[in-house]
Every structure is written in structure tokens, then in C-alpha cells.
């Protein structure tokens, strides 16, 4: 590294560090801009992020929003998405919550309301109601409150139809 932070290899033209690098050249990113977004960003589930509260991070209010958000830091308040939630290991919410599709890592207290699914995953601790028409819950979770399963949304389940055996005939002899 020379002067200024200008790059200069033998042989070769000294090289701005903003400068792109070469098509053949491996980038050379500081640690901190290597975010392992696969690793950082990623949740069970696949699919891509719209938004993350990351570790540090802290939120009071009313969050709303369309596609999947990732909370790691701290919020307080109210969630309401008819998309996905996900609450990564270490995150501590402290609302009540109307998703889509809840996965919990995290520490939750308050009620959540999911219309497809809920999925707990170790270490996760929830201290609420959870009303979903499925739930997933990891061998470690911790969950202190109720669980209602039904479908929500204005959605009823097919109720089974009622089969009655046919009367018998009585002859007269």
C-alpha cells in the first residue's frame, strides 16, 4: 500500500482503492463492507430480505410493510405484514404481532396472529398467544401462554360432512 492509500504492485500502475476491480481480479473488500449476506441475512425459509433491524439496532412504533423483514436489535410497538416476519437469534421484540408467516429465534413478548404459519426455532422464548393454523416448535423453545389453531383471515376450515347410517325398514309379518 503506498501513499494515500493508493495501491501500487510491482511492475504495474498504482490503483485507487475505489477503483473497480479488474474483471479477472478477486474483489478485495475490507472485513466490514463482507457482510456473508447469505449468512447475515439469511433465515429459514429462503427467499430474499426487504428489510433488516440489525444487532444494536432499536425500534419503538408501528411498523408495517410488504415482503420479508428481519429484525435482530430491539423493537417495541406493533407489527402488522401480510408477508414475513422473521426475529433472528438474539433479537428482543416486545409487540403485539399480525403476519403472514412469524419465524421466532428470538425473545417475543406480546401476542402473535399468523394467517399461514409460525415456526419457533431454538433458542427461541415466547411469552404470549400465538393464533396460527400452523405451528413448528423446535425441541429447547420456550413458550409460556396459549396456542389457538384455526384459520384465520375469514377463512373457515371445510367442515367433514356428517354420514348417517340408513334407518332400517321395519316389515310387517
Do not use: W
Amino acid at each position: 500500500m503506498g501513499l494515500f492509500g493508493i495501491r501500487k504492485e510491482p511492475g504495474t500502475a498504482p490503483v485507487s482503492p475505489l477503483a473497480a476491480p479488474a474483471a479477472n481480479e478477486p474483489s478485495k473488500e475490507t472485513p466490514m463492507a463482507m457482510l456473508k449476506k447469505e449468512e447475515e441475512l439469511s433465515y429459514r425459509g429462503g427467499g430474499e430480505l426487504n428489510a433488516l433491524l440489525g444487532k444494536g439496532s432499536e425500534f419503538e412504533g408501528k411498523l408495517t410493510f410488504e415482503g420479508t423483514v428481519r429484525i435482530d436489535g430491539k423493537f417495541s410497538g406493533e407489527i402488522h405484514t401480510n408477508d414475513v416476519l422473521v426475529i433472528g437469534e438474539g433479537a428482543r421484540v416486545q409487540a403485539e404481532i399480525s403476519a403472514g408467516a412469524v419465524v421466532v429465534n428470538g425473545e417475543v413478548q406480546g401476542n402473535i396472529r399468523a394467517k399461514t404459519s409460525i415456526e419457533l426455532h431454538h433458542p427461541a422464548k415466547i411469552r404470549g398467544n400465538l393464533e396460527t393454523p400452523s405451528l413448528s416448535m423446535d425441541k429447547g423453545v420456550i413458550f409460556e401462554g396459549s396456542c389457538k389453531m384455526e384459520q384465520l383471515g375469514g377463512q373457515t376450515a371445510a367442515k367433514p360432512a356428517v354420514v348417517s347410517a340408513p334407518t332400517p325398514i321395519k316389515k310387517d309379518a
